[in-house]
Every structure is written in C-alpha cells, then in structure tokens.
C-alpha cells in the first residue's frame, strides 16, 4: 500500500500540535460532522470507544485524526481463533457513496493508504459506476496498540455532494469476514469439542436448522447460505425473519468461497458473528453432534452455558 512520506508526516503532526483536540464526539460510537465548521488546513481530534460504530463526514474540508479504543468483548473460540495469536482485527467499510477523502492507518512513523478517494473531478465513484458492493478493508493490531486513523480531505472545486462516510469494526480473532488472508485457512477447518461449546455461549446468533441452498458469490469471494431455522437459541439482531405461524424463520448465513460449503441435509446447529450487518458463519455441528458434545460436557460439569436441547 502507498506510504507517506517522514516529511509528510512531520507536516501531519505539526498540524496536530497546531488545533490540539477541537472536537470530543458526546456519542462514544458514532461521529458526524461537517467540514463547512473547519478551518482549512485543521485537524479535528475524535475520540470512540466501541468496538463498532459509524463515521460521517459532510463535505469534508481540512482532516481528521481518529481515534478506537473500545473495551473488546471476550474473545471467541472457534476454527479461526485460535488460542496463542490474540490478534485485533480492524476492519472499514465505506459506504457505496464515499467520497472527498481519503484514509491513512498511523503505522509507526509512516501514514498508510487504506481507503482511496476513488471519485474523480465530475465523476462518479468506483461502486457506483460499477454497480459492486463496497469493499471492506481490514488490518491486524496486538492487544494493546493504538489504532488511529487519519482522514484527508481531497481537493475538489465542488464539495457539495462530498460525503465520507464508513462503519468501522475491531474484533479478537474470530471466524467472519473480518479475517486476513492467513486465517481464513484455519476458518475452513471444523470445529472440535471445545469449540462447539463454547461457540453456542458466545456466538452472536445460535440456531437449529436446515439448509434450504447455497449460492456462491465469486466476485465477493463468499458463499451464502440460506437457512430455514425450527429454533432460534439466541440472535444478537434480527438475522433470521419468522415466516408463516408454525415458529419458523429465514436466514442467509455467509463464509468463505473456499471453504467449499455444499447443501446438506438434517439439521444443524449454526453459531457465528455479526460483521457488517451480515452473518458470518463460526462453528456449524449436526445437531446430533452437537447434542452428544453437549450432553457429554453437562454430565462432566465442563458445560460453559446451559442451552436447551431436546
């Protein structure tokens, strides 16, 4: 990825110590703003403390240096999270209509290029000429380590129509979209015992089901599943939609195209995690595995979290 130069950089800080911490955002989440309020050549200092969250920024104008800190949730277990990495991954989606700026990760002394101004003077931008879904992208950080962001505005004649808007996403290792390249290996693997446990205590959504198809998006590189849920567990949004009046609900549950996931039939038991608004599938036992695993734990006391099962 392109890099800034030290010069540059030097300039960036100087310009910090010049407008110190013009902005606090009251939401611990969220920021929007506009640059109509900036001075040209400023940065604004913001400050979120989620491990999710929107930023949306109107006609933008000078920069931004942004700031996530959030208190992470515990770390779940599954086929790509393994316990010794103990990796954050920092993921950006720009909306379909980003524009007027560009984004820099601070990776030591340098700035590096993480989401470009695709939009050129008059033009359209990149998805939306094209009709493709916004690209999401994502780097690693050690527990611990800083994750700032620097956002710059782009020169344009017109800033009218000029929006940078983005949802951002920090999460431990964990087996969804968010993964980087060497993981998604492991992602594909089944899960053993231990991880079937504790992916129905600490998944996102719990469900039983069956798989009605699966459709595989080769652009995006991914796989959607679409379940047809008899129970749902626990949902941490509404993922799966009631149909009819008999307790039955639809869903589409996406992994790796690699993984090579196939219509099967009986029931399982789907866990995952919420990236994006998407569900992104983790740990995925028949559900007679996952009954012998779990009756197996709760005999030996080695049970995480109750569930009921039949």
Avoid at 32 to 39: A, I, T
Avoid at 99 to 121: I, N, P, S, W
Avoid at 143 to 152: D, H
Avoid at 158 to 170: G, H, P
């Amino acid at each position: 990825m392109p890099l800034i130069t030290p010069f540059a950089l030097w300039t960036f800080l100087l310009s910090l110590l010049k407008t110190g911490y013009s902005n606090y955002s009251v939401d611990q989440c969220n920021w929007k703003g506009s640059g109509l309020s900036q001075e040209p050549g400023s940065v604004e200092q913001i400050f979120l403390h989620c491990a999710e969250g929107e930023v949306e920024w109107l006609y933008p104008v000078g920069a931004l240096r942004l700031s996530l800190s959030p208190r992470l949730p515990r770390r779940p277990v599954g086929p790509a999270s393994p316990g010794g990495s103990g990796l954050i991954t920092v993921c950006i989606k720009p909306a379909e209509s980003f524009r007027g700026a560009q984004v820099y990760l601070e990776q030591g002394t340098e700035l590096q290029l993480v989401l470009r101004d695709e939009q050129g003077e008059g033009g359209a931008g990149l998805e939306e000429e094209t009709g493709r879904e916004p690209k999401v992208h994502c780097f690693s950080r050690l527990p611990g380590e800083r994750v700032a962001l620097f956002i710059q505005s782009t020169l344009h004649r017109d800033i009218s129509r000029r929006i940078a808007a983005f949802k951002y996403d920090l999460r431990g290792d964990w087996g969804t979209g968010a993964l980087l390249p060497q993981q998604m290996e492991r992602a594909c693997r089944p899960c053993n015992d231990t991880e079937v446990l504790m992916a129905v205590c600490t998944s996102d959504f719990v469900v039983r089901g069956h798989i009605r198809s699966v459709l595989h998006d080769r652009e995006r590189q991914e796989s959607v599943v679409n379940v047809g849920t008899t129970k749902i567990y626990r949902q941490k949004y509404t993922l799966f939609h009631p149909v009819g009046k008999y307790g039955k609900s639809l869903g589409e549950v996406r992994t790796f195209l690699r993984c090579g996931v196939k219509q099967g039939v009986g029931s399982f038991i789907f866990t995952g995690h919420v990236h994006f608004g998407e569900a992104w599938l983790g740990c995925a036992p028949r559900y007679k595995d996952f009954k012998r695993i779990y009756e197996a734990a709760k005999e030996m006391h080695e049970n995480q979290c109750e569930i009921e099962s039949d």
